[in-house]
């Protein structure tokens, strides 16, 4: 479970019905036709303006916002490239074979295949940068249909108030409606604005977040294996790949390999 997700959501709700308390009834902020017009009329537009599958994905992330994301040790990552470097440097490229199963990283797996099957490196790096790009496009396409929903729902929202404003004036001479078509007309775009700004223009800054740690990910996987099918010395490679890093990150990496350097030695 991520819980920064979990945290901001309750958190979010729970101020905002201590408000609703504070400022009167909650029982008043509960419309069920007001639901309806907003989630429904926006999950209904989404429908519309994508395909089955894209609004699938698209839900599908939401759940995976809540869900603890996937942990990348970059440094871990780096180091391990960096051996399987000195490996190759040392005994050859074809002694990589044996370390393939040692991978627990099918994207790093296949890279290291077709450098060990000696396929040319301007292809390595054309089928990578196209898988990468291939899975950059899915998280995009994902993220745009939530950005649509969150875009469309504070819209629906006025569509309520309109609603609720025509049944208003339609029925001036009947005091009983007044209530009802007013909280509909005030509520939806209450609804509106609260599904946008706490739950679905989130939901999208979190996927791209979640996206961009994975595509870093992937992009220094690709770097180092280039790197080790054009045989460059594993040094050079170490300084390529955290450029990726922050200066902190760095620092952290250089102190602990030097700390691995001084106990072998010692």
Known sequence: MDNTTVLGTVLGTILIVVGIKLAGNLSTFINIPSVLIVFGGGLSAMCV??????????????????????????????????????????EGILALDSRLAEIDEPFMARSLQMVIDGVDVTVIESILNTELDSRANRHTDAKAALDFLSSVIPAFGMIGTIIGLVGLLGNLDDPSSIGPNMAVALITTFYGAVAANLLFIPYGKKVEERSNAELLYGEI??????????????????????????????IQFNELHLSEELGQGG
């Open 49 to 90: 303006a994508y395909s089955a599958d894209r609004v699938k994905a698209a839900l599908g992330m939401i759940k995976l916002c809540y869900l603890a994301p996937r942990e990348f040790n970059y440094m871990k990552l780096i180091s391990n490239i960096l051996m399987t470097a000195e490996v190759a440097r040392k």
């Open 221 to 250: 996987i690709a770097k180092g294996t280039m790197a080790i099918a054009a045989g460059i010395h594993p040094r050079i490679i170490q300084e390529r790949l955290l450029a990726f890093l922050s200066e902190k990150s760095r």
